[in-house]
Antibody
Framework: EVQLVESGGGLIQPGGSLRLSCAAS????????MTWVRQAPGKGLEWVSV???????HYGDSVRGRFTISRDNSDNMLFLQMNSLRAEDTAVYYC????????????WGQGILVTVSS | DIVLTQSPATLSLSPGEGATLSCRAS??????LVWYQQKGGQAPRLLIY???NRATGIPARFSGSGSGTDFTLTISRLEPEDFAVYYC?????????FGQGTRLEIK
C-alpha cells in the first residue's frame, strides 16, 4: 500500500527556517516525480516544487530561491527546506506522488500545517 | 505561467442531477489536464488524468473531456458523496498550475 506521511510542521516566526519531511512507503521515491503542494487556509491548491525521478528540480515562482526540495533514496524520504519564511507561506503542505513519471498526483499525504507568525 | 480559469465558482445541484464543470486554459495545453476532488479537511483525490482518463477506483459517473484550452468534468448523476470542491490542474509546462476550484454544493 502506498503511503505518504509528512512531519516537521509547526509555528515559526517570519524570516525563520523549517524543514518538512515526507516518509514514503509502498514504492520507491526515486522512481517517481515527487512534489510538494500547499493550500493556504480557506484557499485553493498551489504547486510548490517537484523533484523528478532523474533528480531535476523545479520551483514555483513564489518560493524559488527560498525553498529547496530534496530526497534521500536510502531512507525513501522527501524533504522541503524552507528558508526566509513569510506570512504568506502559511499553509497545509502536502507531499504527493506523480502517477508514473508525470505530474498527475495519484497519492497524497495527510498534509502538515506550517504557520508563519510572530 | 499558464492560467486555468474554472467556472462556475459555485454550483448548486440536487442529488441525482447531472453536473458540468468547466476549466479553461490561457494557452494550448493539449490533453495535459488533470481533475481532483477535495472534501473538507481531506487531501485532494485524483479523478481524471490527461483530460479523459479515470484514475483507479473512480466511478464511471465521472468523465472528463476536452483538449487544447477548453475542458469539462461531467458527473452524470450526483451522489451525496460527490458534493465537494473540484480543481483542475495543467501538467503541460512548469510551473504546474491549478484552477481556483469549483465548489459543488447541495441545493
Amino acid at each position: 500500500e502506498v503511503q505518504l506521511v509528512e512531519s516537521g510542521g509547526g509555528l515559526i516566526q517570519p524570516g525563520g527556517s523549517l524543514r518538512l519531511s515526507c516518509a514514503a512507503s509502498g514504492f520507491t521515491v526515486s522512481s517517481y516525480y515527487m512534489t510538494w503542494v500547499r493550500q493556504a487556509p480557506g484557499k485553493g491548491l498551489e504547486w510548490v516544487s517537484v523533484i523528478e525521478d532523474g533528480g531535476t528540480t523545479h520551483y514555483g515562482d513564489s518560493v524559488r530561491g527560498r525553498f529547496t526540495i530534496s530526497r534521500d533514496n536510502s531512507d525513501n524520504m522527501l524533504f522541503l527546506q524552507m528558508n526566509s519564511l513569510r506570512a504568506e507561506d502559511t499553509a497545509v503542505y502536502y507531499c504527493t506522488r506523480g502517477r508514473g513519471r508525470t505530474s498527475s498526483y495519484d497519492s497524497w499525504g495527510q498534509g502538515i500545517l506550517v504557520t508563519v507568525s510572530s | 505561467d499558464i492560467v486555468l480559469t474554472q467556472s462556475p465558482a459555485t454550483l448548486s445541484l440536487s442529488p441525482g442531477e447531472g453536473a458540468t464543470l468547466s476549466c479553461r486554459a490561457s494557452q494550448n495545453i493539449y490533453s495535459y489536464l488533470v481533475w481532483y476532488q477535495q472534501k473538507g479537511g481531506q487531501a485532494p483525490r485524483l479523478l481524471i488524468y490527461d483530460a479523459s482518463n479515470r484514475a483507479t477506483g473512480i466511478p464511471a459517473r465521472f468523465s472528463g473531456s476536452g483538449s487544447g484550452t477548453d475542458f469539462t468534468l461531467t458527473i452524470s448523476r450526483l451522489e451525496p458523496e460527490d458534493f465537494a470542491v473540484y480543481y483542475c490542474q495543467q501538467r503541460y509546462s512548469w510551473p504546474i498550475t491549478f484552477g481556483q476550484g469549483t465548489r459543488l454544493e447541495i441545493k
